[in-house]
C-alpha cells in the first residue's frame, strides 16, 4: 500500500474553523477514492467516496475533491466540531483492467485531526 | 443499522501460541475483507472473499496465516504460531462489492491481538 499518502500526518484547526486534508495517489489507474474516519479503538467508519469520472461530491458538512491532472484528493470539513478528531485516511482502488481486484482498497497512512475548543 | 461483529475485542497470547479471530458481515454483504492494522499505520489488506471464495490473499503470509469463509456468510482468520510482529488491531470488513455500488466497505471493531 505505498501508492497513497498524506502531506500532512497531523493537523489542529480550532473548532469552527474548515479543514482540508489532503492525500496524494500515485496511481492513474485508480478509478475509485472513499475517505474513512477512525477514532482511537474503532474501526474505520465510511464518510464519503468519489469515482474517477468526477471531480466533487458533498456529503454533510464534507466535500471530497479529486483532481486527476496532479493526483490529489482532498477532504474538506466545513465547520469541524470536536467529534470530528480522528484519524482521516484516504484509499483508492485500482481499476480491475490494471491489476486490481474489484472492491480491493489500498490505504494511505493516514492524518490526525486535532479539534481545539 | 446493521454492523460488522468481529470477537474477540481483544487478545493476549504468548508467541508460538495459535489465535483465531471471528467476523460475522453485515447480512448480504457478498464480500468480505480481513485487514492487518499497525498502530499509526493505514490497514492493510490480507484476504479478500466473494461469497465463499478467495479473490484475493496476495498479502496473507500463508505459512502462518488461514482464512476461511465456509457458508459464504461468517469468516475465522487464524494465525498458529503467532509471531511478536503480528501484533496488530486485526479488522473485518463487508461490502456489496459491485462497482455501481461503489466499493464502501463496512468495519467492525476490530481485534486487538498482542503476542507477548
Known amino acids: 500500500g505505498e501508492s497513497v499518502g498524506l502531506h500532512l500526518p497531523t493537523l489542529s484547526v480550532q473548532e469552527g474553523d474548515n479543514s482540508i486534508i489532503n492525500c496524494a495517489y500515485s496511481?492513474?489507474?485508480?478509478?475509485?477514492f472513499i475517505w474513512y474516519k477512525q477514532e482511537s479503538g474503532k474501526g474505520p467508519q465510511f464518510i464519503i467516496d468519489?469515482?474517477?469520472?468526477?471531480d466533487k461530491r458533498q456529503g454533510q458538512r464534507v466535500t471530497v475533491l479529486l483532481n486527476k491532472t496532479v493526483k490529489h484528493l482532498s477532504l474538506q470539513i466545513a465547520a469541524t466540531q470536536p467529534g470530528d478528531s480522528a484519524v482521516y485516511f484516504c484509499?483508492?482502488?485500482?481499476?480491475?483492467?490494471?491489476?486490481?481486484?474489484?472492491?480491493?482498497?489500498?490505504f494511505g497512512k493516514g492524518t490526525k485531526l486535532s479539534v481545539k475548543p | 443499522e446493521a454492523e460488522v461483529a468481529q470477537s474477540p475485542r481483544y487478545k493476549i497470547t504468548e508467541k508460538s501460541q495459535a489465535v483465531a479471530f471471528w467476523c460475522d458481515p453485515i447480512?448480504?454483504?457478498?464480500?468480505l475483507y480481513w485487514y492487518r492494522q499497525i498502530l499509526g499505520q493505514g490497514p492493510e489488506l490480507l484476504v479478500q472473499?466473494?461469497?465463499?471464495?478467495?479473490?484475493?490473499d496476495s498479502q496473507l503470509p500463508k505459512d502462518r496465516f488461514s482464512a476461511e469463509r465456509l457458508k459464504g456468510v461468517d469468516s475465522t482468520l487464524k494465525i498458529q504460531p503467532a509471531e511478536l510482529g503480528d501484533s496488530a488491531m486485526y479488522l473485518c470488513?463487508?461490502?456489496?462489492?459491485?462497482?455501481?455500488?461503489?466499493?464502501?466497505?463496512?468495519f467492525g471493531p476490530g481485534t486487538r491481538l498482542t503476542v507477548t
Open positions: 470488513a463487508s461490502g456489496l462489492g459491485f462497482f455501481s455500488e461503489g466499493y464502501e466497505q463496512y
Open positions: 496511481n492513474s489507474a485508480s478509478d475509485y
Open positions: 468519489i469515482r474517477s469520472n468526477m
Open positions: 484509499a483508492e482502488n485500482l481499476n480491475m483492467n490494471y491489476g486490481g481486484s474489484q472492491g480491493n482498497l489500498i
Open positions: 447480512s448480504g454483504h457478498a464480500t
Open positions: 472473499f466473494q461469497d465463499e471464495s478467495v479473490v484475493d
